[in-house]
C-alpha cells in the first residue's frame, strides 16, 4: 500500500489524499476526500496536486465529511477526467452540493475564474455508505462516527494484509455530536488540526460566557459567525442554556433541528432540551446574535458585523479557523481595523472539533499503527508532536508530496 497527500498534510486544508493498493500486475488506487483552501491565490496552491494522470487512475473516491477544504475540490477533478464514483453517507452527500456550490459562489464574487466547468457538480456520481460493515468491489470498509459534523465519518479500508484508518475531521469533545471508537489498524491517516496546543473545551465555553457577561456590562452585544453545522448549533445551545440573550440565524435553527431528528449521529445531551428556546430576533437584536459563516464572508455576516463595528463596547468572536484574505482574519489586524472604522473587540476563542496534541497521542496509542500521517496542521506547528510520536516509536509523515 501506499499513500501520498496530495494537500492537507503539513498544511491546514485542501485536504486529499492519495490510497494505491495491489500487486505489481493489478494496482487499484482511490481517493480519501478532495477539499481546497479557501483563499484568492494560485490554483496549485488553493486546489490539491490533481493530475489527468492521477484522476483516470482512481477506481473511487471516498468522503469523510462535507466541509469544502474536503469535498469542494470534486468538480475540478471530474474536470481532469475521473468519472467514477463518490463514496459517502448519505447526509454527507446531501450537505456537500450546497458546500460546493458555496465555494463557486465565492470564487466567481471574488472574481475569479473557476478551473473547471460549474455543470461538473451535478455529474457527480454519488454512492452512499453505511454506518458499520461496508463491502465495495471486494475492498471491505468499516465507518463510524468521527464526531465533526452530521455525515462525518471514519473511515478504515482493509487492503490485502494492511488496515488504513483515515479519522476525517474528528473530535470527542463536541457537545452534541457523537463519536465512534478507533479501530486498530497499520496505517494510521490522523487529524491533527491542534497539534501545538492542548485545549479543554470547558474552560473554552466559559470564557465565551465570560464575554457575554463583559459585554451585557457594558451594554454591548457580541457577533459569533458560525458554521451553520457542527459547532454553531452547539454554542447556541450552549448560550441559551446559560441564560444568554441571542438571536440565532434561522439556517442553524433548521440545522438544529434536522440533526435532533437524526438520532443517530447525536449524543444524548440536555443540552437538547433548549432546542425550542432558539429564535431569530433579526440581527439588529438587543442581545447577541449568531449568523452562519465563521469566516465573516457572507452577506449577512457582513451586514451583522457593520452595524456593531463602531461600537467598542460589542466584541465579535470567532470561534475556529480563519483563513488569510477572509474578514474573520481582517478583524485582528488593527492597520485595518482603523482604515475602516472598526472598534469592537476582536477576540479568538477556539471551540474544540479536531484532535489537540493529547487527543492525537491518545489515538494514536488506541489504534496502535505502524505509519502515521498528520494533516490539518501547519507543519511547523507539527514538530513537537512528530517528535513525540518518533519517540513513542512510530514512523510519522508530515507534508504534501509531490
Known amino acids: ?28 488506487a482511490f481517493l480519501l476526500d478532495c477539499g481546497v483552501r479557501r483563499e484568492i491565490a494560485p490554483i496549485d496552491r488553493v486546489y490539491p496536486m490533481l493530475t489527468q494522470e492521477i484522476a483516470r487512475s482512481l477506481n473511487a ?7 469544502e477544504d474536503h469535498v469542494a475540490a470534486l468538480p475540478y477533478l471530474y474536470e481532469l477526467g475521473f468519472r467514477g464514483e463518490v463514496y459517502c453517507t448519505q447526509e454527507t452527500a446531501f450537505l456537500a452540493t450546497s458546500f460546493m456550490k458555496k465555494w ?12 473547471f466547468d460549474e455543470g461538473n457538480i451535478d455529474k457527480i456520481k454519488f454512492s452512499y455508505l453505511t454506518l458499520g460493515k461496508n463491502s465495495l468491489n471486494g475492498i471491505e470498509i468499516e465507518t463510524g462516527r468521527n464526531g465533526h459534523v452530521m455525515g462525518g465519518v471514519w473511515l478504515k479500508f482493509q487492503l490485502e494484509d494492511e488496515t488504513l484508518l483515515y479519522t476525517g475531521d474528528t473530535t470527542a469533545d463536541g457537545l452534541l455530536l457523537e463519536r465512534d471508537e478507533f479501530p486498530r489498524c497499520t496505517y494510521l491517516i490522523c487529524d491533527s ?23 451585557k456590562a457594558n451594554h454591548g452585544k457580541v457577533l459569533y459567525p458560525v458554521p451553520a453545522n457542527g459547532r454553531g448549533i452547539d454554542i447556541a445551545l450552549y448560550l441559551v442554556s446559560r441564560g444568554c440573550k441571542v438571536s440565532t440565524d434561522s439556517t442553524i435553527i433548521s440545522n438544529a433541528r434536522k440533526l435532533y431528528e437524526n438520532k443517530k449521529w447525536i449524543k444524548n445531551s440536555p443540552l ?14 438587543n442581545g447577541s446574535v449568531i449568523v452562519p459563516d465563521g469566516m465573516l464572508t457572507s452577506e449577512k455576516s457582513i451586514a451583522a458585523f457593520d452595524l456593531i ?25 488593527e492597520t485595518w481595523k482603523g482604515n475602516n472604522k472598526v472598534s469592537l473587540e476582536s477576540c479568538h476563542v477556539t471551540i474544540k472539533v479536531h484532535p489537540d496534541k493529547t487527543d492525537v497521542v491518545g489515538i494514536c496509542k488506541k489504534t496502535k499503527p505502524k505509519r502515521v500521517m498528520l494533516f490539518h496542521s501547519n507543519y511547523n506547528e507539527t514538530l513537537s508532536l512528530i517528535e513525540e510520536l518518533q519517540d513513542m516509536g512510530y514512523d510519522v509523515t508530515c507534508g504534501v508530496l509531490p
Open 104 to 115: 463557486v459562489h465565492y470564487v466567481i464574487s471574488h472574481g475569479q475564474q473557476l478551473p
Open 193 to 215: 488540526a491542534y497539534a501545538k496546543t492542548t485545549i479543554k473545551q470547558s474552560e473554552q465555553y466559559e470564557k465565551l460566557y465570560a464575554l457575554e457577561q463583559e459585554a
Open 61 to 67: 473516491v471516498f468522503i469523510s465529511h462535507a466541509h
Open 309 to 333: 463595528k463602531g461600537n467598542p463596547s460589542c466584541k465579535t468572536v470567532i470561534t475556529g479557523h480563519f483563513a488569510q484574505g477572509t474578514m474573520a482574519c481582517s478583524i485582528f489586524d
Open 1 to 28: 500500500m501506499k499513500v501520498l497527500s496530495l494537500g492537507g498534510s503539513g498544511e491546514d486544508s485542501r485536504n486529499c489524499f492519495w490510497v494505491q493498493y495491489g500487486n505489481e500486475n493489478e494496482k487499484n
Open 272 to 285: 437538547w432540551k433548549r432546542i425550542d428556546e432558539l429564535q431569530d430576533h433579526g440581527i439588529d437584536y
